[in-house]
């Protein structure tokens, strides 16, 4: 046994590193226990020799013509995925979805802990939501060098969106979980991921249809 | 004008097309307005000639040598992942996040509505949430059949969720969108798409790492 320290990946192989975890959490549900690089570039759509690549940054994970250990790589990319600090995050927002991410909290994750609150409804401002303080957006900035935070997530609607990211980029985030899709402008060392519910549930009846029935035509000017 | 009409794609194509969009947008967001199929090739690490094979299924979308217009690709995909029919969706799960999606109840696009909403706590059933009916999980066959839902959207948490989806698939359901992100076993013939909230977090975490500092050392066994 030998132990590995990983140095800085390339920003390119992060990039994949999710679309691989997902793509083996699905291999190893249909019950693949080894993969070769070629099988896996025709799921991933990466060519094999980049996830040969990619890979090799990250030590000895196969053998030559054998293949990958699926339960093995899975555990090696959640580790690198997974935070070994705690990480404290900021709330924005706390509607009903702001109220539900409370309530679950990543408990799933003891490193990850919503633990700054924030809205802009006076009638929710100084009030406690399962035993959250609710801060103004004007305390934001103060919380967040206070206590050190790099991540927030907002749940604001698309019409406040990009106000209410102002206000956090402001204050010193550099990370942000953003619930309305809608694509907002943030300098360039602020990285911002969105869930898209509708996009996801748009994807999920195309491929329902694909399976069940003959596409609806579609129609459009050809160029 | 020529007006053109599409078969059904290649499955392989179909999958890729929520990439390609995405990739898209993004690049439209950045001021591109033309690509040619190498450059949109390493974005999305879909080969060049996989990307024209799959263009050239939807019609004459480009010029060699000219590339492709971003933003009438965007339409044209955009278009093609719509639903042009309305969509009446079952929503299982009342809690907060049920709640949030009821509020909201993808507004931003008028072909898909939930419809129809259950839960198995007795203490919601019966009652109105915002104009809709909480129906017991009994009722959920019934009314699937009554109005030819086959799209379902779970909040059921983790621990009640495969409980929750062996229901809604005994129920002729065909496509699930499933916000426990532990995998759930159905049948071949049924769609389940995951929102797992965790690992969005942890792959933004993952990014702002790399960007601000040397990523924390990752230690694993090699083989």
Do not use: W
Request: aromatic share 8%.
């Amino acid at each position: 046994m030998e132990v590995k320290e990983i140095k800085k990946l390339p920003k390119a192989t992060a990039k994949r590193l999710p679309s691989y975890l997902r793509n083996l959490k699905a291999l190893e549900s249909s019950g693949v226990i080894r993969i070769k690089s070629k099988e896996f570039a025709e799921i991933t759509h990466v060519p094999s020799a980049t996830i040969r690549r990619d890979f090799s940054y990250l030590g000895e994970l196969g053998r030559s013509g054998y293949g990958y250990e699926v339960p093995f790589l899975i555990e090696v990319f959640s580790n690198l995925l997974a935070t070994e600090e705690e990480k404290d995050i900021a709330l924005v927002g706390v509607g009903n979805l702001g109220k539900a991410l409370l309530k679950n909290n990543f408990r799933r994750n003891e490193n990850l802990n919503i633990t700054c609150v924030f809205d802009s409804d006076p009638s929710l401002i100084g009030t406690v939501f399962e035993g959250y303080y609710i801060h103004s957006m004007d305390e934001l900035a103060e919380k967040v060098a206070e206590n050190g935070l790099t991540v927030a997530i907002t749940t604001v609607p698309s019409h406040h969106s990009q106000e209410a990211v102002d206000v956090i980029v402001e204050s010193g985030i550099t990370a942000i979980l953003n619930f309305a899709p809608d694509r907002v402008t943030v300098p360039d060392e602020v990285n911002v991921r969105y869930i898209d519910l509708t996009t996801e549930l748009l994807t999920l009846i195309f491929f329902d249809n694909q399976n069940h029935y003959k596409m609806p035509a579609v129609h459009f000017n050809e160029q």
